[in-house]
């Protein structure tokens, strides 16, 4: 990495230089679409739609140079330990390499392991869905719930197995409302925690295990792990056998690819999960080999960083015009904010620049008719990251997916073009609004418009199209936090809360005296105990 604060600076400069123009006017030139957008294996991602021009984008390239993304890229995909402050490599790509070539760490090549641990998931997940399992849960939560929930509701068209169910929240209601109506003695518990230590997971597994044991099942058979500690399953008394173990150099929230997808591979088969994980090495070779401008992951990235650290905008919305993917946003949530939400830069310096932005959204259509009505009208602009298929998998339903695809597209055109006041005015007018009120409700009518987005299209929401769009956003997050000079693999704060709420359980209990706590959590705790039957 060398100094990035002229790269930062030349950045601002372009800023300054285009806040005027719209960006409607850049499509003067007819072939703008074809030259601000990257394809890869059957994917289109559309940036078009933003103020970025050659200059800008040129700009961004040399601040991504600047600050060592390919280099840092390669350590990452080498085994270096980039994960400093937990002094760990990152590894999550090892899980989807088929390519035959070794992934040294710490001198030894793990693809041995991780291969024959694909290989008994897949002897696992084809044992489960020929025996007489109708139900699967998977006890887990952050990345250990996310993305197998995420996934299964994503290719559900794909799903020939057991039902597969979701347990995260330690609210007793998630658990209780989940094993209503399955039976004990054909339902498999998978509990999936990297640590094994997680409170929420250990206590929702602990209520499971007493369920299955009352109700006629066998906890000792119908338990299986999905963890890196085999000393901590052993202990919990799910036999190695049925024990899928991982290694450190796996982010919890990077873990979908190995045993934490196991829930998905029983729901859609060995083959698709294979599929699923070919997307995403395909995204991780073009990650690794496209140049520049036609790097997906690099410009999302930098389209990214335009937006939030030079134009300002602090929050962006994924909006997937797919039903299929609702979870995606919570999905994403995590893998951004807790990657890159933070303040301390590698080095141990404060950040020079904001961090990650606030990441939310949800399917379209039905946001529109919730929430986008704030970003087409609100004071603040929200970069927004549609997502669409060619195709639905409703043949029959395909009038449904035009209804579809003609919504996304619409809103995008509607938050690039807006609506003038002199249309709205003349809309009005010729409605026979006249008068003072002419302007006034023309006003109202109207869409200041120039809002950027950018489009993702696939040709369907298939297994391996899953897989490239995560492996995509991994990338982006990760060239994100290289470029912000961030840790984007650890996650110290999430801790302090942990250790907090430790210490209040006894409290809450009402075996230990609120008195050392501040006045709102005492009176807090007081009003839980008068208020309870
Ligand atoms: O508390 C945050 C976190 O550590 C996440 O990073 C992780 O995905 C989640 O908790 C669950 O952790 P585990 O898989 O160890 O139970």
Redesign the pocket.
Known sequence: MTDTTSAWAALQDRFDHVGDRTILSLFDDPSRAEVFRCETSGMLFDYSKTNIDAATRAALLSLADKAGVNERRDAMFSGAIINETEGRAVLHTALRNFSGDPVVVDGADAMPDVLATLRRMGDYAETVRAGQITDVINI???????GPAMAVQALSPYHDGPRVHFVSNVDGADVSDTLRGLDPETTLVIV???????I??MTNARTARAWMSEGGGDPTVQFAAL??SEEKTAAFGIPAERVFGFEDWV???Y?LWGP?GLSLMIGIGRRAFDAFLRGAEAMDVHFRAAQGAENMPLMHALVGIWHNQICGHATRAVLPYDQRLGQLPAYFQ?LEM?SNGKSVQMNGTDATQHTGPVVWGAPGTNGQHAFYQLIHQGTRVIPCEFMIAAEGHEPDLSHHHDLLVANCLAQSEALMRGRPFKTARAMMAAKGVKGDDLDVQAMHRSFPGNRPSVTFAYPKLDPFVLGQIIALYEHRVFVEGVILGINSFD?WG??LG?ELATALQPVVEGTQSAADKDGSTQALVDFIHRNRG
Do not use: M, N, P, Y
């Open positions: 887990g939560i952050g990345g250990s719930d996310l999936a925690s990297k640590t094994f230590t997680t929420e997971t963890s890196t982010g919890g929230r873990s934490i995590q807790e996650q999430v801790e942990k």
